[in-house]
């Protein structure tokens, strides 16, 4: 299994169309983080938390969610994409999934995943109505 370090896995990247937020920040860290994209902290404030751990890992939160999940409408709507490490040969690889693709994996799959970042576009967050 991979280790990492206290930071490895959390950063807040804005490009021109989308935003890259790594995988390893909790919730009540986005919310603190002053590069956060302030929708996005919205949407996690009202329509995230009141179903999740603050102190939950957003990669783990996607990682175990189902289609049952109250949140996966939202991650949904934002047509986030989850980059994650995939076990290939005696190494790993780089592969993105959407969320339904990760929704529909079975957990023996899910329990070898590294999930490094979450990205949405820009445009699909302006036009997320709260």
Do not use: W
């Not at 994209?37 to 969610?65: C, E, N, S, V, W």
């Not at 339904?100 to 023996?108: F, N, P, V």
């Amino acid at each position: 299994m991979m280790e990492f370090g206290e930071n490895d896995y959390k950063y807040i990247l804005q490009e021109f169309s989308k935003t890259m937020i790594g995988a390893r920040y909790t919730y009540s860290e986005i919310m603190a983080a002053e590069r956060a994209p302030f929708k996005f902290q919205t949407i996690i404030d009202r329509l995230i938390l009141p179903y999740a751990d603050p102190d939950m890992m957003i990669g783990d939160h996607i990682l175990h969610m189902d289609k049952d999940d109250k949140n996966y409408r939202i991650y949904e709507n934002l047509k986030i994409k989850i980059r994650c490490c995939v076990p290939d040969g005696d190494g790993y690889k780089t592969k993105d999934f959407r969320i339904k693709e990760i929704t529909g994996l079975e957990e023996s799959v899910k329990d070898t995943l590294v999930v490094q970042e979450i990205a949405f576009s820009n445009l699909a967050l302006m036009g997320f109505k709260l």
